[in-house]
């Protein structure tokens, strides 16, 4: 059971740092959004393709849009807390009474 233990153990450590990755991505793109950048810059162009997606999805279910604002970044950002709050230490406390022993970083 350790096995299984250690292995979710091992997916709430990916998940988290995913989460906090993506989180800082959502960020920067949102404050691109505020000024003009180029639009051929790769920094720029990685950040769209990675935000405007998930944007999409969102202003499709929700359109948040209110004077020109666009408030999707907003629920993004607050749908990735969520899921740090929630998801992470479930996995975590599954992995603990799979048999896993507490994660340290040394």
Do not use: H, K
């Amino acid at each position: 059971m350790f096995v299984i233990g250690n292995f979710l153990l091992a997916i709430s450590v990916i998940v988290d740092a995913a989460l906090g990755i993506y989180w800082w991505i959502v960020v920067a793109s949102a404050v691109l959004s505020w000024v003009n950048p180029d639009p051929y810059n790769p920094i720029v162009r990685f950040l769209r393709s990675a935000t405007e997606p998930v944007y999409y999805r969102i202003r499709r279910v929700l359109p948040l849009t209110f004077g020109g604002v666009d408030f999707s970044p907003i629920v993004l950002l607050l749908g990735i807390q969520f899921l740090q709050i929630f998801l992470v230490p479930t996995l975590r406390q599954m992995a603990l009474q799979a048999g896993a022993q507490p994660f340290r970083a040394y």
